[in-house]
C-alpha cells in the first residue's frame, strides 16, 4: 500500500510540475531529477525521511551534500530532507511528519541523546524502520532503531589527548604544568559527550595537566569565538585549547588574536581541533595556528544507503557500523593528504 500511495503522490506532483504549478527560477534539484526518472517508467521509489541536526558546521554541510547525492532519483530514492534548526522539537515533529506521509524508512542525527523515546516508539508502531546517523540515542530499549552508522567519538577524544602527550614529550614540556580550557560541543550530543570522556581519559594520567574549564560553544564559530573571549579573560596562561569542532576552533583562533595572543606551532597556545572537513582547516595547520585537527567522517550516506539496501533484501545489519578516521597535524604533507581525500 505504501509504495502505491507513494506512486500515486508522486506522480500527482509530476502531473502539477508539468502543468508549471512552478513558476519560474531553478526547482529544487530532487524533484527536477524525479521528473526525469518517473517518465522513465522507474517503477518504486524507496522513500526516505531525513531529519538533519542543522547547518551549523562545516562538517554538517558535507554530511547533508552527502545524504542528498545519495538519495538521489537515480539511485532509486525519493529524498525527504529536514534540517532541524539544531533543535530536537523541530526534529520529532520531521518525523511525526514522515510516520504521516508513511516513508519507507526515517533517518535520524539526534541533536541530543535523549528524548526520542516516544517518537521511535510512534516510528515502530507504524512499521517504519529507524537509522541513526552520525549522532546516536540513549533509549529505554535498543530495539527502537535498527542500527547506528557514525564515528567513534570517545576514539576521537583519546587521539586528540594521545596527539597532545605525544607532542608535549616531543618538545620537552611532558613535566610541565600545562593549563587547558574546552570549547565543548553542543551539550549532551553523542559528539560532545565522546570527545570530551576520551579526552579526560588521557588527562586524567597526567596530574601536571590542569583542566581549567569546559563550556559549550555549541559546534558554532560564533559561540566559540566568544566563549574563547571569556576564557581568555578569566585566565591568563592557558597553554591548550581542546575545541570539539573546527567552526569553534575558527572561532577561538580570532578571539586568540584579537586579544593579542598567538596560537598554533607558530604561536604560544596550542590548538587540537576535530572535524578536518573544510579547506579551511587543513589551512589553519599550513598556516601553523592550528595543531592537529581529528578527522570526523561526514560521508555516511554510501554506509546508509547500504544498509537499507539489504534490509530491502531482508538480510539482517550490523547495530553499530564505525567509519574510518584519521589524525592530522601540521607537521605532515597536508597538501598530499587533500590530494586523495574525498571531501
Ligand atoms: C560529529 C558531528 C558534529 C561535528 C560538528 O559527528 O555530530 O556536529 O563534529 C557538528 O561539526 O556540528
Ligand atoms: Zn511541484
Same mark, same amino acid.
Given at each position: 500500500m505504501k509504495k502505491l500511495k507513494w506512486k500515486l503522490l508522486l506522480s500527482f506532483l509530476l502531473v502539477l510540475s508539468l502543468a508549471g504549478? #512552478?513558476?519560474?527560477g531553478e526547482r529544487p534539484r530532487d524533484e527536477r531529477l524525479y521528473e526525469d526518472d518517473v517518465t522513465s517508467e522507474r517503477e518504486d521509489y524507496i522513500v526516505v525521511g531525513f531529519a538533519q541536526v542543522g547547518s551549523e558546521s562545516d562538517y554538517r554541510i558535507a554530511n547533508s551534500a552527502s545524504f542528498r547525492e545519495t538519495f538521489c532519483a537515480e539511485n532509486g530514492y525519493y529524498l525527504l530532507f529536514e534540517d532541524g534548526q539544531q533543535k530536537q522539537e523541530n526534529q520529532i515533529k520531521a518525523m511525526r511528519n514522515f510516520i504521516l506521509q508513511e516513508v519507507d524508512y526515517i533517518v535520524l542525527d539526534p541533536v541530543v541523546e535523549t528524548g526520542w523515546d516516544e517518537v521511535l516508539q510512534e516510528a515502530k508502531a507504524a512499521g517504519i524502520p529507524v537509522i541513526l546517523s552520525d549522532r546516536s540515542v540513549t533509549v =529505554? @530499549? =535498543? @530495539?527502537?532503531?535498527?542500527c547506528w552508522v557514525g564515528s567513534d567519538f570517545e576514539e576521537e577524544g583519546k587521539k586528540a589527548g594521545l596527539w597532545l602527550e605525544n607532542y608535549l614529550e616531543k618538545t620537552g614540556r611532558d613535566e610541565d604544568e600545562i593549563r587547558l580550557v574546552t570549547l565543548q560541543g553542543t551539550p549532551g550530543s553523542s559528539a560532545q559527550i565522546g570527545r570530551t570522556a576520551g579526552f579526560s581519559q588521557i588527562l586524567g594520567r597526567h596530574p601536571n595537566w590542569q583542566m581549567l574549564e569546559c563550556a559549550s560553544g555549541d559546534f558554532t564559530q560564533s559561540k566559540g569565538q566568544e566563549v574563547m573571549a571569556r576564557f581568555l579573560k578569566s585566565y #591568563? @596562561?592557558? @597553554?591548550v585549547v581542546i575545541s570539539e569542532n573546527d567552526n569553534m576552533t575558527f572561532g577561538a583562533i580570532e578571539a586568540i588574536e584579537q586579544a593579542g595572543r598567538t596560537c598554533g606551532p607558530k604561536g604560544d597556545i596550542i590548538v587540537i581541533s576535530f572535524d578536518a572537513v573544510s579547506e579551511a582547516s587543513f589551512a589553519a595547520m599550513k598556516e601553523g595556528k592550528l595543531h592537529a585537527d581529528m578527522e570526523c567522517n561526514p560521508l555516511l550516506a554510501p554506509m546508509v544507503d547500504e544498509i537499507i539496501r539489504k534490509l530491502e533484501r531482508g538480510e539482517s545489519v550490523e547495530k553499530i557500523q564505525y567509519v574510518e578516521e584519521r589524525c592530522f597535524d601540521a607537521f605532515m604533507d597536508l597538501d598530499a593528504i587533500q590530494e586523495e581525500r574525498k571531501y
Amino acid at each position: 500500500m505504501k509504495k502505491l500511495k507513494w506512486k500515486l503522490l508522486l506522480s500527482f506532483l509530476l502531473v502539477l510540475s508539468l502543468a508549471g504549478c #512552478h513558476g519560474q527560477g531553478e526547482r529544487p534539484r530532487d524533484e527536477r531529477l524525479y521528473e526525469d526518472d518517473v517518465t522513465s517508467e522507474r517503477e518504486d521509489y524507496i522513500v526516505v525521511g531525513f531529519a538533519q541536526v542543522g547547518s551549523e558546521s562545516d562538517y554538517r554541510i558535507a554530511n547533508s551534500a552527502s545524504f542528498r547525492e545519495t538519495f538521489c532519483a537515480e539511485n532509486g530514492y525519493y529524498l525527504l530532507f529536514e534540517d532541524g534548526q539544531q533543535k530536537q522539537e523541530n526534529q520529532i515533529k520531521a518525523m511525526r511528519n514522515f510516520i504521516l506521509q508513511e516513508v519507507d524508512y526515517i533517518v535520524l542525527d539526534p541533536v541530543v541523546e535523549t528524548g526520542w523515546d516516544e517518537v521511535l516508539q510512534e516510528a515502530k508502531a507504524a512499521g517504519i524502520p529507524v537509522i541513526l546517523s552520525d549522532r546516536s540515542v540513549t533509549v =529505554e @530499549d =535498543e @530495539d527502537l532503531y535498527t542500527c547506528w552508522v557514525g564515528s567513534d567519538f570517545e576514539e576521537e577524544g583519546k587521539k586528540a589527548g594521545l596527539w597532545l602527550e605525544n607532542y608535549l614529550e616531543k618538545t620537552g614540556r611532558d613535566e610541565d604544568e600545562i593549563r587547558l580550557v574546552t570549547l565543548q560541543g553542543t551539550p549532551g550530543s553523542s559528539a560532545q559527550i565522546g570527545r570530551t570522556a576520551g579526552f579526560s581519559q588521557i588527562l586524567g594520567r597526567h596530574p601536571n595537566w590542569q583542566m581549567l574549564e569546559c563550556a559549550s560553544g555549541d559546534f558554532t564559530q560564533s559561540k566559540g569565538q566568544e566563549v574563547m573571549a571569556r576564557f581568555l579573560k578569566s585566565y #591568563h @596562561d592557558i @597553554d591548550v585549547v581542546i575545541s570539539e569542532n573546527d567552526n569553534m576552533t575558527f572561532g577561538a583562533i580570532e578571539a586568540i588574536e584579537q586579544a593579542g595572543r598567538t596560537c598554533g606551532p607558530k604561536g604560544d597556545i596550542i590548538v587540537i581541533s576535530f572535524d578536518a572537513v573544510s579547506e579551511a582547516s587543513f589551512a589553519a595547520m599550513k598556516e601553523g595556528k592550528l595543531h592537529a585537527d581529528m578527522e570526523c567522517n561526514p560521508l555516511l550516506a554510501p554506509m546508509v544507503d547500504e544498509i537499507i539496501r539489504k534490509l530491502e533484501r531482508g538480510e539482517s545489519v550490523e547495530k553499530i557500523q564505525y567509519v574510518e578516521e584519521r589524525c592530522f597535524d601540521a607537521f605532515m604533507d597536508l597538501d598530499a593528504i587533500q590530494e586523495e581525500r574525498k571531501y
